[in-house]
């Protein structure tokens, strides 16, 4: 079996496209999850400190209201993101690569 004949399977073809685009989504959702705890995390010390210095009055049962409804929209969104094309063998295994690097 040679090269050509092995490339030309549609099946091996649709995998390596859904693996490749399961990488790239899965290495940039890694990426952004990482940026947006920090940056999430960044606004609390922000809000903390100004409510030591007397600045601002936090509730604290509001504040973690909010940050667990914050944490449920993006679970939503990147199940939604991910659920049509996730029953793409290629793609599932891709996400797992890409998430790992």
């Known amino acids: 079996m040679n090269l050509d004949q092995i490339m030309g399977n549609e099946a091996l073809r649709n995998f390596g496209v859904g693996a490749f685009i399961g990488f790239t989504l899965g290495f940039t959702l ?5 940026m947006f705890v920090f940056l999430l995390g960044l606004y609390i010390l922000s809000l903390l400190f100004l409510q030591n210095q007397g600045i601002i009055q936090l509730d604290p049962d509001a504040l973690t209201n ?9 679970t939503s969104f990147v ?3 991910v659920a049509p094309v ?5 793609f599932t295994v891709g996400f797992a ?5």
């Open 97 to 101: 690569v890409g998430w790992k690097t």
């Open 30 to 34: 890694k990426r952004f999850f990482k």
């Open 66 to 74: 909010w940050v667990n409804n914050l944490f449920q929209s993006f």
């Open 79 to 81: 199940k939604g993101m």
């Open 86 to 90: 996730s029953s793409l063998a290629g």
